[in-house]
């Protein structure tokens, strides 16, 4: 408890100071969610406290469920790689690896069903956290893996795919709200009438402004969204990920031939900005429970908003990045086989409640109100036009 207090106290201290030596004594949510998140020593992903999985944990993915997910996606990756002529290397490149499990999965199944693509392969992982990247290491040093910064792959080197599970949830956003008809941003300043001198963590409140950025504007004309029809009801509040734009730059320069598949939860900006959708999509996640606010548990807890996927695609098209497809998670590992898999467990001699188990994991894996709902886009780079033709299995529905 003590070493909890401490770290978020001297978070809360660490961004106390950001906005007393800031303009205006304020910062942007963006740069409130990047220190809550990032920091260097307190920060949720930099420091012990992020936990994954399900138990004494904040939240669970895919991968925690079951081998099921990283395997079906190792049979889309043997595709990609066949299609685009059997490269070696073939590259891919895990953005944001969590625990390391599905990179674990992966490799196992190309190991143990296709020697040639195993040999092929080369596994690189981009960790911005230092826990997360050790327990990494830990769990993969019987395999050929190399860690790096996204920055330092050199243009244009990369021939293979670039990947991401609920990665670009966690960018820092931006936050506004409509007063009055106008376009006005969301930032954190400390609560000046705060009586209790002595607490152990400065009290952070939200106070509106002019935006810190034109690119706030630009977002939502970029993506057709209109604020100014009558349909949104002043008080109107939303976010903008302007981080995933620029991560998706950079994707893009560093992919020289391939692909980029990137699975998250979020919605077409239709649907993301829907004047229904009045308080946005940030969401924060503590001991496996959520609830919207940011401002508590400080450093200790998740801090996500939904994925707008329309902005993706465009930015894609912007940086030469083909959009090939746009389908639900569980469509997606239906059409590589998980059908065959279920149906398969009727075959398996293993004990009931094993069996229930594993018949429950793979119906969470398509679940269209929870995971199975996540968005999977896949986007290409320098594809010829006869590579292009060929359908990628996960986009192939049964007719």
Excluded at 72 to 91: D, Y
């Amino acid at each position: 408890m003590k070493d909890f207090m401490d770290s978020n106290a001297l978070l809360c201290a660490a961004i106390a100071n950001h906005i007393t030596t800031s303009p205006q004594q304020r910062i942007t949510f963006a740069q409130f969610m990047d220190m809550a998140l990032y920091h260097p020593e307190y920060g949720y992903y930099s420091s012990d406290a992020v936990k994954i999985g399900f138990k004494d944990s904040d939240f669970f993915t895919s991968p925690n469920l079951c081998a099921d997910f990283g395997e079906l996606l190792a049979e889309q990756f043997l595709q990609m790689w066949e299609i685009l002529g059997k490269p070696v290397p073939f590259s891919l490149v895990e953005m944001g690896a969590g625990q390391g499990l599905l990179a674990l999965h992966i490799l196992k199944y190309h190991q143990q069903h296709y020697p040639d693509f195993f040999t092929a392969l080369e596994y690189i992982i981009v960790e911005k956290s230092p826990t997360l990247r050790q327990e990494q290491q830990q769990r993969l040093q019987d395999f050929p893996v190399r860690w790096c910064n996204l920055e330092e792959i050199p243009p244009n080197a990369i021939a293979g795919c670039f990947f991401s599970n609920e990665l670009v949830d966690a960018f820092p956003v931006h936050q506004f709200i409509l007063e009055t008809g106008e376009l006005r941003e969301i930032y954190v300043t400390t609560d000046k009438n705060e009586k209790e001198t002595n607490a152990p963590c400065p009290s952070f409140i939200e106070v509106t402004g002019e935006p810190s950025t034109l690119q706030l504007a630009e977002h939502l004309d970029f993506l057709g969204i209109d604020l100014t029809q009558s349909a949104y009801p002043d008080g109107y509040r939303s976010e903008i990920n302007l981080a995933a734009g620029d991560w998706l730059s950079i994707v893009a320069d560093r992919l020289q031939r391939g692909y980029v598949l990137t699975i998250d939860y979020g919605y077409p900006a239709s649907r993301y900005y829907n004047p229904r959708r009045s308080q946005g999509t940030l969401q924060c996640y503590y001991q496996h429970r959520f609830h919207d606010n940011p401002y508590i548990n400080i450093g200790r807890q998740d801090i996500t908003a939904h994925v707008d996927f329309t902005a993706l695609e465009h930015w894609g098209e912007k940086y030469n990045l083909k959009n090939i497809g746009f389908i639900q998670q569980g469509l997606f590992l239906m059409a590589l086989g998980l059908g065959d898999r279920i149906a398969a467990l009727s075959d398996q001699q293993q004990p009931l409640s094993q069996l229930l188990q594993r018949r429950d994991a793979l119906h969470q894996l398509i679940d269209p109100t929870g995971l199975g709902g996540f968005g999977v886009l896949i986007q290409s780079k320098g594809l010829d036009n006869t590579e292009t033709s060929q359908k990628l299995k996960g986009l192939t529905l049964p007719e």
